[in-house]
T-cell receptor, first 113, second 113 residues
């Protein structure tokens, strides 16, 4: 049962434009959400997170938005750079199980020059 | 600061065999989690270890077992291998906080023939 869903397997964006990656979840018990980035032949690396008590968190070019009523979050990358080309995973956790992350299937982002 | 290292990076086994994968956690991290990432899927939580004890388990059968050692390194053991066990196995370590920010190794690619 996929509790975290990333419905877009891939996304292509021009350099300098905004990349928007979307994620939906079904479990209302999730209270912490994270985005990880993965390059080929490397493990996922933590990018940005947001607690359910917030609706926005910003870190440089990366902003995560959370809409709890819609059970939806999105990652915005502005401006997009070719080095951002990677697979992005959305993940969520429940209270008291912080290390047991539920991951989506990932979205492959390609930023073209 | 040494990151998370895993060994071996690739291995091939046949059905019914047993496999042991190893992980050295990042310095100062006392919690280790293991994830299975099948092709085209996101990582799935197998289990986590804290202070040498299993401290959470995902939906995996008992033939998946693990150990954590006093130096916080860890092993994942899989008995009676099945074809569907073919996947990338990711080890992640973390600080003793419950935020879900995991530090992943590059993974061990297991192929079961």
């Amino acid at each position: 049962d996929q509790q975290v869903k990333q419905n877009s397997p891939s996304l292509s964006v021009q350099e300098g434009r905004i990349s928007i990656l979307n994620c939906d979840y079904t479990n209302s018990m999730f209270d912490y959400f994270l985005w990880y980035k993965k390059y080929p032949a490397e493990g996922p690396t933590f990018l940005i997170s947001i607690s359910s008590i917030k609706d926005k968190n910003e870190d440089g070019r990366f902003t995560v938005f959370l809409n709890k009523s819609a059970k939806h979050l999105s990652l915005h990358i502005v401006p997009s750079q070719p080095g951002d080309s990677a697979v992005y995973f959305c993940a969520a956790s429940r209270p008291g199980s912080g290390y047991a992350l539920n991951f989506g299937k990932g979205t492959s982002l390609l930023v073209t020059p | 600061e040494t990151g998370v290292t895993q060994s071996p990076t690739h291995l091939i086994k046949t059905r019914g065999q047993q496999v042991t994968l190893r992980c050295s956690s990042q310095s100062g991290h006392n919690t280790v989690s293991w994830y299975q990432q099948a092709l085209g899927q996101g990582p799935q939580f197998i289990f986590q270890y804290y202070r040498e004890e299993e401290n959470g388990r995902g939906n995996f059968p008992p033939r998946f077992s693990g150990l954590q050692f006093p130096n916080y390194s860890s092993e994942l053991n899989v008995n009676a291998l099945e074809l569907d066990d073919s996947a990338l196995y990711l080890c992640a370590s973390s600080l003793p906080r419950n935020t879900g920010e995991l530090f992943f190794g590059e993974g061990s690619r297991l192929t079961v023939l």
